[in-house]
């Protein structure tokens, strides 16, 4: 049974750092993109970075381009978000998604297992 645990989000100020981990396990190989999305209030759920199931291929919203970097390791099955110099917009519960298409587009669409989420508050 596949499963996806995100954690560490919490309450930062502006300009503050966080970084997100998922555990990912169930699946039957590494072969799998990884995706980072998140959700704020009464708004739709975007792709904020996404990663290749071999990790060579990796996709960043605008948004957060040059402030957060996502990393995976295979060896212990987790996905990272580092996320830095936060603003008060990246305030939303972020989910860590996989599928197997490797596209690696970074749509919604695309991912078919989805964890919980994990809220991150940037607030002064």
């Known amino acids: 049974q596949w499963q996806l645990v995100e954690s560490g989000g919490g309450l930062v100020q502006p300009g503050g750092s966080l970084i997100l981990s998922c555990a990912v396990s169930?699946?039957?190989?590494?072969?799998?993109?990884i995706g980072w999305f998140r959700q704020a209030p009464g708004k739709e759920r975007e792709g904020v970075s996404c990663?290749?199931?071999?990790?060579?291929?990796?996709t960043y919203a605008d948004s957060v381009k040059g402030r957060f970097t996502i990393s995976r390791d295979d060896a212990n099955k987790m996905v990272y978000l580092q996320m830095n110099s936060l603003k008060l917009e990246d305030t939303a519960v972020y989910y860590c998604?996989?599928?197997?298409?490797?596209?690696?587009?970074?749509?919604?669409?695309?991912?078919?297992?989805w964890g919980q989420g994990t809220r991150v508050t940037v607030s002064s």
């Open positions: 990663i290749s199931s071999s990790g060579d291929r990796i």
């Open positions: 169930g699946f039957t190989s590494n072969y799998y993109a």
């Open positions: 998604a996989a599928t197997y298409n490797d596209d690696n587009r970074c749509l919604r669409q695309d991912y078919d297992y």
